[in-house]
């Protein structure tokens, strides 16, 4: 068990890519957290100098109490799982889940140190532990197979188990799940959130998948070119995304952002799309809801993005919303939802998510709902911060 502690880590390639730049994360004894982001944004090469397989170019990692700039990668007491975990052909599952720690245990000068009868003592230790190891994962029944003999998922469980029985400070995964089917995914994911909870070692698991990263998460990290954007609890990073990036890495399907400015009209707040500030020809205009009049008043006749997700547009009105012509293109049944995709004169990419229905029409106008009480605004450009949030929740702590 251990806290892990990255201070201003910075790496930079031969070459010089810089694919992680400057990152400050505490993760505390316990924690499971997940780095996510779009592929290249340094995820795996943060955690490779985590684990030591990758030098760091400045900066300060420390596990536990002890700083590892320059501790090797076996002595950090670390386990780590890959996407290609590479479990040996010719031995059972039982000996691939034991290796590791023979290595360790029976190798080297402690096992010359050692009388027969206390190596047969530890080889017994060893097993003991794969085969509580096994009980966990459900894997006992396949120990005596050889890899060949097991299904991906099964497989997969494996790697998980040489991690488990060497019983590290902290557990590193590298998108472990990325070879399974979509199906063998989800279960994965629970157990291996199931095996946390058993466990409690402090784990870092790295996806490009958002929603794998909100459901496995105590807390998520989002990355975007080697910067920390944000690094709270799954609801806290839907419910406030610190900026447009994470607003709209966040959430599936993805926030719909709307260019436009804000103005004063007869004493009136509103959002008006287009206004010729950002594009040409008018689209729509709302009423600026009360809770955000104040924190828009330094945004008067500046351009701001307005963000609104899926799930917050309504086929009805609601009291809070405010109305969005659009023309339909596509539906999407999803069983219980549909996803409607539609555009506006301005913007030829807007979804929905809403109640499944009938009487809807491809091709058809109609009219969508913007629950307000949940609209966000960001001010421009990739990772324009989020005004409609107050400094406190903006500025979340990594
Ligand atoms: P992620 O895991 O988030 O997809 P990586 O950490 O693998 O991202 O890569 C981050 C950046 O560093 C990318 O631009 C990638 O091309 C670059 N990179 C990764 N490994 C190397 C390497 N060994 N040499 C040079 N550049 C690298
Ligand atoms: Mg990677």
């Known amino acids: 068990m251990a806290l892990v502690d990255l201070e201003k880590v910075t790496k930079v390639y031969p070459g010089g890519v810089k694919a992680v730049d400057g990152i400050d994360l505490h993760i505390a004894d316990r924690e499971f957290v997940v780095l996510v982001g779009p592929s290249g944004c340094g995820k795996s090469t943060t955690l490779r100098m985590i684990a030591g397989l990758e030098e760091i170019t400045s900066g300060q990692i420390r596990i536990g109490q002890r700083v590892v700039n320059d501790v090797a990668p076996k002595d950090r007491d670390i386990a780590m799982v890959f996407q290609n975990y590479a479990l040996y052909p010719h031995m059972t599952v039982l000996k691939n889940m034991a290796f590791g720690l023979r290595l360790r245990l029976l190798r080297g000068p402690i096992w010359q140190m050692l009388h027969r009868r206390d190596a047969r003592k530890i080889k017994e230790q060893i097993r003991t532990r794969v085969v509580d190891a096994a009980r966990v994962l459900d894997i006992e029944h396949l120990l005596d197979r050889k ?233 421009p450009g990739e990772t324009g911060m989020n005004l409609s949030q107050t400094s406190e929740s903006a500025h979340a702590i990594a």
């Open 147 to 379: 890899p060949r003999q097991l299904s991906g998922g099964q497989r997969q469980r494996v790697a998980v188990g040489r991690a488990i029985v060497r019983e590290p400070a902290a557990f590193l995964f590298d998108e472990p799940l990325s070879n399974l089917d979509a199906k063998l995914r989800v279960t994965t994911r629970a157990e291996l959130k199931r095996l946390h909870h058993r466990l409690k070692t402090t784990t870092i698991y790295v996806t490009h998948d958002q929603e794998e990263a909100m459901t496995l998460g105590d807390r998520i990290v989002v990355m975007k070119d080697g910067v920390i954007q944000q690094a709270d609890t799954p609801l806290q990073t839907y419910n406030c995304p610190v900026n447009r990036f994470v607003a709209g890495f966040i959430g599936m399907p993805p926030m719909n952002f709307f260019d436009g400015a804000v103005k004063m009209i007869d004493g009136q707040m509103i959002f008006e799309e287009g206004s010729g500030l950002t594009l040409p020809g008018n689209g729509f205009t709302l009423v600026v809801p009360p809770h955000l009049r104040e924190r828009l008043i330094g945004q008067v006749g500046r351009h701001v993005v307005l963000g609104i997700r899926p799930e917050h547009l309504y086929t009805r009105p609601l009291e809070s919303s405010a109305p969005l012509k659009v023309k339909l293109n596509v539906i999407e049944p999803l069983g219980n939802d549909m996803d409607v995709y539609a555009s506006t004169d301005l913007h030829d990419h807007v979804v929905g998510r809403v109640e499944a229905q009938g009487g809807l029409e491809v091709d058809s106008r109609m009219t969508l709902y913007m629950d307000l009480r949940k609209a966000h605004f960001f001010a």
